[in-house]
């Protein structure tokens, strides 16, 4: 037998598929599956997939990688939207989704032990009995892994916080291998580097998430729901912002521009609404409170000029509403029939939200392009779904044009290129500008020193 | 002029001195005030103390120590409990207790941006005007930069998280002299490695931080404070663990045991109220959420075993009721003359907060020590307070003995040796216990690849 010809990349296949057996692929429709998420970048395929079912499969498999000079990068579910699970440079694509056991689940300490491919949904069907739900939602059918990964959040993160502060514990691979657990179950520690949140958003670059431990939330006694339109950005905003300061602990809070509503009134048959600057809006809480955080914000909504206030208490009412919210990719993409959506994702200090949204909106305009904006308002973070014609082959390059501009104003306000998106490929180009060289240098060296052979997710984050 | 004689701290202070005049001090007693904080640790001199005004004083500073190889400490308030301020290896203390200017406070954003010496007191009393608050609440006199530093919490935190979820941005002078800023003031970004949080806790051993940009949050309409007893620490216990999985959104949830309590009546001259196990609670809100959130806790209390619940809504009686929590600390040192205390730190699950207690108070029994417990009930974490006498040369070492027992109780039941107070120089010797040895050298290797010389801080977190 001569080894001679074999690459790095055959010589870890080779020593992993007595192991691994059917786990291990090189199946092209599964390495095409592979190559990008649901995003537009270039798909890039793998030199094998992986199917991993243990930590100590993952540290094996990093073992032999690390030896060989072999590239991995992690696969979730696949819904990256800034090309965070493309093999660029081939390599291994280590597809997690498998690890999905829910392990363990405390309800005296609010947490629970999961596996990486343990979807949001699939958690909260599991605890729905329980009294306890994860509030963390990004809205699509994402692995919490991936969650941890690129620093999700979603729609509840203005009253329980990003996937950063929901996090207690991970258990992650190194990229020799090693296994570590990082931070403590106790709810709080000074206890040395919080290398937790190091590994939170650090989207696969320096080390492979193989457990969670999450903190979970107790199911409020009463949620409701309410929506309430507006004639301008400006005054939404400022309801959100008059909102907050009064301390209101609104669950959610999310803003439609009059496009947007357009196309969710169409889609999902809202009745009674006008196309106009929307805020919608969940209450968490005891009955009575619930009814006094409607009525405090429909208070400071009408000082807003806001109208068309209107309550949704019952589960099914609510369910409505938020279908219509969750669908508005969806009602974006039905507008324009042969057009594929493209989402930006900035997220600036709330003080220059309007500023944001307002520039964004003229930016759209002369763009000639079609883009709806919704945002995680409470957060100061909107996103425009950009509608690119696939027919026009100038069409991206537009699109992308545009995402720039949107991303440069946000900048230049003090905000940042991801609110929660992440940077993986899309957003590299705007790492310096955001952080200066120095901060980004500091970067590096933390990837330098974990992993010093660039094996994880290369080409990620950094442009080299 | 010849220096072949000079050290390198001399040559440091020789460069240095012109430029800062009378700021950079070799006085003894000035050195001394900078030798320890407010521990038992041994006091270690400086060779120099330098009170920096502004990051490019502490960049050149930095720049020249790294030159020459001279090791910084920084210095806040000097209210470590853990030895971080004691310049072990001598070198500069870096006292930054005059960057204490509040440069902008953004009432749109509840943010600000702070220099590191500020003090939360100094702070509050600032905001007050303006319907803010900052709620980290160490209850000492301790600044801002020192918190970050140790990531640091206290009685609110159970509602408003530690220091690590208020921080938004940090300012920091490098190993090197570089200058960088961390994160993004927009509230979440998912924009590279978090800094903020690498930062946050690494107790002066990765950088200085200079600048603070800090969330705030609106002063509540409505607080209210209550008192509760129990015949037992496991139904006080009980009674925040069915609080908290009812959502509850208690401010402050603090237990005393029947020795605290009994320390806390005589010092403080608190009336109608027991040598028991208590809970001290605070409630913020609406006007009638606290009325409700009294009214759930009051119910839950009663069905543990709770009595003597008492209320206090007017801010006088709310305000006696906390002094005599803060006081907690003096009304132990009171009990015994000529004693000293020595703070121990533990934070566990909260289900196995009891057993820890009940350990906690076996081992306290067993050593003869008197050691009042009070804890931040409602994160697991808890303190005991070990008088010590100070005429009795055996009692530190069995103080010490007593600490570890508390400590290697609280990680065999999966938690942490330090919840709030920090590594420094008193928790090194449990982290690769609690760790691990590969979680360790990942830590080691983030320091070595951000301050390869060495020259932040030496000897903390860290054996060697």
Chains 1, 2 share one sequence.
Not at 140 to 157: D, Q
Not at 448 to 456: E, N, R, S, T
Request: proline share 5%; glycine share 10%.
């Amino acid at each position: 037998m001569t080894q001679i010809s074999q690459s790095p990349a055959e010589a870890v296949i080779a020593a992993l598929r007595p192991i691994l057996g059917e786990r291990l692929s090189v199946n092209d429709a599964i390495r095409q599956q592979h190559a990008r998420g649901e995003d537009t970048t270039a798909p890039t395929t793998p030199d094998a997939v992986i199917f991993a079912e243990t930590t100590e499969e993952v540290s094996r498999i990093l073992a032999l990688c690390h030896q060989h000079g072999v590239p991995v990068t992690p696969f979730g579910a696949g819904t990256s939207l800034e090309g965070h699970v493309n093999p660029v440079r081939g390599g291994i694509s280590l597809d997690l989704s498998r690890m999905d056991a829910i392990e363990e689940v405390s309800a005296e300490d609010m947490d629970c032990l999961i596996g990486p491919g343990v979807t949001r949904q699939l958690l909260n069907d599991h605890l729905r009995d329980q009294g306890l739900f994860f509030p963390v939602d990004p809205g699509s059918h994402c692995t919490i892994g991936g969650m941890c990964a690129t620093r999700a959040s979603g729609t509840n993160a203005v009253r329980y916080g990003t996937i950063r502060e929901n996090v207690l514990q991970l258990e992650v691979v190194l990229a020799d291998g090693r296994v570590i657990w990082t931070g403590s179950r106790a709810r709080k520690a000074a206890n040395g580097y919080d290398l937790t949140r190091l590994v939170i958003g650090s989207e696969g670059t320096l080390g492979v998430i193989t457990k969670i431990r999450l903190r979970l939330h107790g199911v409020p006694e009463a949620m409701s729901a309410a929506i309430c339109q507006f004639p301008t950005l400006a005054d939404a905003v400022n309801t959100v912002i008059t909102t907050l300061q009064a301390g209101v602990p609104v669950a959610r809070m999310e803003l439609l521009d009059e496009v947007q509503m357009e196309a969710c009134i169409r889609f999902s048959k809202l009745e009674g609404l006008a196309a106009a600057p929307t805020l919608f809006l969940e209450f968490h809480g005891s009955e009575a409170g619930v009814a006094e955080q409607a009525e405090t914000v429909q208070g400071i909504a009408a000082d807003h000029a806001g109208s068309n206030f209107a309550w949704a208490r019952e589960a099914e009412a609510r369910n409505r509403l938020w279908k219509a919210r969750h669908d508005a990719y969806w009602a974006c993409i039905a507008l324009k029939p042969n057009h594929r959506g493209i989402a930006t994702d900035v997220c600036v200090p709330i003080s220059r939200l309007a500023e944001a949204l307002l520039g964004a909106k003229e930016d759209i305009e002369a763009s000639g392009l079609t883009a709806p904006i919704v945002g995680h308002v409470g957060d100061g973070n909107f996103h425009t779904v950009i509608l690119v014609d696939q027919a026009d082959p100038t069409a991206l390059d537009r699109a992308w044009a545009l995402d720039r501009q949107i991303v440069h104003r946000a900048l230049a306000l003090g905000g940042t290129c991801s609110g929660e998106h992440g940077v993986g490929i899309g957003k590299r180009e705007f790492l310096e500008a955001e952080h200066g060289p120095e901060a980004l240098a500091v970067m590096r060296s933390v990837k330098q020193a974990l992993d010093p052979k660039g094996i994880l997710n290369p080409g990620k984050i950094f442009r080299n």
